[in-house]
């Protein structure tokens, strides 16, 4: 038996426009996948916290506001501190093309800009999964 592949996505900071997390969060449901979406205003801490008691294998992050050089290495540092660094983080948002190169250094296993086809995200999701579903 194949087991479901688990997903939180979340809105860290101040970022008041969630409509493109809440698209990728029922195009990865409607794929079959069991998604947490923990809404807006969600500090690091407790995206983390979500992830690790959600059992997940991936954090799906959505910036907006221009703190994705904050988001995102915090959340890595987080998973680290708590021994869930196999959980793997991708996200999409406004995030300029000069910092992708940036944040996959910091461990991001991928960055989905404006306009990224929900199916492209489904798939790379799967292809990931084969070797870090939990």
């Given at each position: 038996?194949?087991?479901?592949?688990?997903?939180?996505?979340?809105?860290?900071g101040?970022?008041?426009?969630?409509?493109?997390?809440?698209?990728?969060?029922?195009?990865l449901?409607?794929?079959?996948?069991?998604?947490?979406?923990?809404?807006?205003?969600?500090?690091?801490?407790?995206?983390?916290?979500?992830?690790?008691?959600?059992?997940?294998?991936?954090?799906?992050?959505?910036?907006?506001?221009?703190?994705?050089?904050?988001?995102?290495?915090?959340?890595?540092?987080?998973?680290?501190?708590?021994?869930?660094?196999?959980?793997?983080?991708?996200?999409?948002?406004?995030?300029?093309?000069?910092?992708?190169?940036?944040?996959?250094?910091?461990?991001?296993?991928?960055?989905?800009?404006?306009?990224?086809?929900?199916?492209?995200?489904?798939?790379?999701?799967?292809?990931?999964?084969?070797?870090?579903?939990?």
């Amino acid at each position: 038996m194949q087991q479901q592949i688990r997903i939180v996505v979340a809105k860290p900071g101040l970022d008041g426009h969630d409509r493109g997390a809440k698209v990728v969060a029922r195009a990865l449901r409607d794929a079959g996948m069991e998604v947490v979406y923990t809404g807006l205003h969600q500090t690091p801490e407790q995206i983390v916290n979500t992830a690790v008691q959600e059992d997940a294998a991936f954090v799906g992050l959505s910036v907006l506001s221009g703190a994705h050089m904050t988001a995102f290495p915090k959340v890595i540092e987080l998973l680290r501190e708590r021994d869930a660094a196999d959980i793997e983080v991708f996200g999409g948002g406004i995030i300029p093309e000069a910092d992708i190169a940036p944040l996959k250094e910091l461990g991001v296993a991928e960055i989905f800009t404006p306009g990224t086809p929900t199916a492209r995200i489904v798939e790379w999701v799967r292809d990931r999964a084969g070797a870090t579903v939990r």
